[in-house]
T-cell receptor, first 111, second 119 residues
Framework: EDKVVQSPLSLVVHEGDTVTLNCSYEVTNFRSLLWYKQEKKAPTFLFMLTSSGIEKKSGRLSSILDKKELFSILNITATQTGDSAVYLCAVETGTASKLTFGTGTRLQVTL | GAVVSQHPSRVICKSGTSVKIECRSLDFQATTMFWYRQFPKQSLMLMATSNEGSKATYEQGVEKDKFLINHASLTLSTLTVTSAHPEDSSFYIC???????????????FGPGTRLTVL
C-alpha cells in the first residue's frame, strides 16, 4: 500500500520566520511528488518534482526532492500571515497517475 | 489555468436519501476525473478514478454500489451517494485531468469541493 507521511502535523510560527515542511513516501511506480496549499476549499498547486536534487522556487517558497532517501521538503522563507494554510504533499504513481496524499501540515503564521 | 466546478457547494440531506454531486471541467476536456473525500482535519483520500465512457475504478474499501460514479462526457462526472448515512458526511472534492494541457505533466485541476452533511 502506498504511503505518504508529512511532518510536523502542525506548526505555529511568527511572521518573518522560515519554516521547513517534510514529506516522506513509500510507493510503487513513482512518477512525481507534488505540493499543494489548501486554505478553505480545494488544494492549489504549488510544485511538481520529478528529479532529485533540483530545487524548484516560486517567490518565498522552494522545494526539493531526494529520490534516494524518498523524501521532499518545502521551505517557506519570511513567512506571512497569508501563508497560513494546510500544506499537502502528494505522490503520483502508476500509469493512471493516481495521487496519494499525505496527512498535511497545518501552518499558522501569527503576527 | 483550467477551471473545474462542483455543484452543489454544500448540501444537507436526511439519512436514507441519495445525493448527486456534479463535477465539470469548464474550459477543457477531462479524459480522467478523480473523486476524493476529506474528513475534518484529515487529508484527501482517493475514492475512485473515472475515465470518460468507461466504468470507474474504485479504491480498496470504497463501496461502488454506494458511491455511484458516472463520467458520461468529457466535461462532466457525477458522484451519487446512495442511501446516505451520517458517517458519509464529509467534504467531497473532484479533480480533472486533460492530456491536451499536459505540457509534459498531466496536472490535476481540483474543484472547490462539496460539503455533504447527512442528518
Amino acid at each position: 500500500e502506498d504511503k505518504v507521511v508529512q511532518s510536523p502535523l502542525s506548526l505555529v510560527v511568527h511572521e518573518g520566520d522560515t519554516v521547513t515542511l517534510n514529506c516522506s513516501y513509500e510507493v510503487t511506480n513513482f512518477r512525481s511528488l507534488l505540493w499543494y496549499k489548501q486554505e478553505k476549499k480545494a488544494p492549489t498547486f504549488l510544485f511538481m518534482l520529478t528529479s532529485s536534487g533540483i530545487e524548484k522556487k516560486s517567490g518565498r517558497l522552494s522545494s526539493i526532492l531526494d529520490k534516494k532517501e524518498l523524501f521532499s521538503i518545502l521551505n517557506i522563507t519570511a513567512t506571512q500571515t497569508g501563508d497560513s494554510a494546510v500544506y499537502l504533499c502528494a505522490v503520483e504513481t502508476g500509469t493512471a497517475s493516481k495521487l496519494t496524499f499525505g496527512t498535511g501540515t497545518r501552518l499558522q503564521v501569527t503576527l | 489555468g483550467a477551471v473545474v466546478s462542483q455543484h452543489p457547494s454544500r448540501v444537507i440531506c436526511k439519512s436514507g436519501t441519495s445525493v448527486k454531486i456534479e463535477c465539470r471541467s469548464l474550459d477543457f476536456q477531462a479524459t480522467t476525473m478523480f473523486w476524493y473525500r476529506q474528513f475534518p482535519k484529515q487529508s484527501l483520500m482517493l475514492m475512485a478514478t473515472s475515465n470518460e465512457g468507461s466504468k470507474a475504478t474504485y479504491e480498496q474499501g470504497v463501496e461502488k454500489d454506494k458511491f455511484l460514479i458516472n463520467h458520461a462526457s468529457l466535461t462532466l462526472s457525477t458522484l451519487t451517494v446512495t442511501s446516505a448515512h451520517p458517517e458519509d458526511s464529509s467534504f467531497y472534492i473532484c479533480s480533472a485531468r486533460s492530456h491536451v494541457l499536459a505540457g509534459g505533466y498531466n496536472e490535476q485541476f481540483f474543484g472547490p469541493g462539496t460539503r455533504l452533511t447527512v442528518l
